[in-house]
């Protein structure tokens, strides 16, 4: 992680995922430390996939907390966490593990409109947490017996919600996509930095000299 710079506010992502931390540097942001939380993903009866999104990323932001204040090399700052979640209407698909739930994924959002719900929550230093919603409709074309074993194969579906990840492979099924394509990926970054700069955070500090 970077040397932190004095005075700026201490960052920690509450996540174990490569892609989080790779688009908050797609927007100049670096983390000063990652605490990955893992925590019980399982929805409640009846829940919405967006209330379900929301939830989980304050939860994770929750957990990521509670083992820092267990650390006496903690200084405080801002956690920020995020949960992706793939539904079809009311229906929340599975992060598939094994092939076969990947395959009935793939079979539901073959040729129709599916949404992505990603909550992003941040915990500031007084412990108050405030959460955004990205919501995106995607449709996906209809997908041919090879598109499907293919993709398969290609193990990319693996532990991603829905059972695919549209920045790899998955990026040629989609017809139409109206909403965040970056939380899609798993973090909005409009949201985010929206909830970044509401807390003092300078969200253009590592902007200068990109290239
Ligand atoms: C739909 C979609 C999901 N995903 C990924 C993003 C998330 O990593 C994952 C959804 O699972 P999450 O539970 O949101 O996150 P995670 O367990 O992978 O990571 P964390 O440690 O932050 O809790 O699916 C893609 O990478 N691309 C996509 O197109």
Redesign the pocket.
């Known amino acids: 992680m970077s040397a932190p710079t004095p005075g700026r506010l201490n960052l920690i992502l ?4 490569p ?2 931390l790779a688009l908050l540097d797609q927007a100049g942001i670096v983390p000063d430390r990652l605490m ?2 893992e925590i019980d ?1 399982t929805p409640k009866r009846g829940e919405l996939p967006r209330t379900l999104a929301a939830r ?1 990323a304050a939860e ?1 932001a929750a957990k990521a907390l509670e083992i820092l204040a267990r650390d006496p090399e903690h200084r405080g700052g801002l956690v920020l ?6 539904a079809v209407g009311r229906r929340i698909l599975p ?1 598939p593990e094994l092939v076969d739930e990947a395959a009935a994924c793939l079979k539901l959002l073959s040729g129709r409109s599916h949404r ?1 719900y ?1 909550g992003v929550a941040l915990v500031n230093a007084a412990g108050h947490v405030r959460t955004r919603l990205a919501e995106t409709r995607l449709r996906f074309k209809r997908l041919s017996r090879e598109d499907v074993e293919a993709y398969l194969g290609s193990g990319e579906w693996r ?4 059972g ?5 492979l ?1 990026g040629t099924f989609v017809v139409k996509l109206v909403g965040s394509y970056t939380g ?3 973090l909005p970054l409009y949201e985010t930095l929206g909830l970044l700069a509401g807390e003092g955070y300078p969200v253009h500090a590592g902007w200068a000299n990109r290239l």
């Open positions: 509450a996540s174990g995922s892609r989080r990955p939380a993903e989980l994770k966490a995020a949960d992706t979640v793939v992060k992505v990603t532990g991603k919600a829905g695919y990840a549209v920045q790899g998955a899609v990926v798993g």
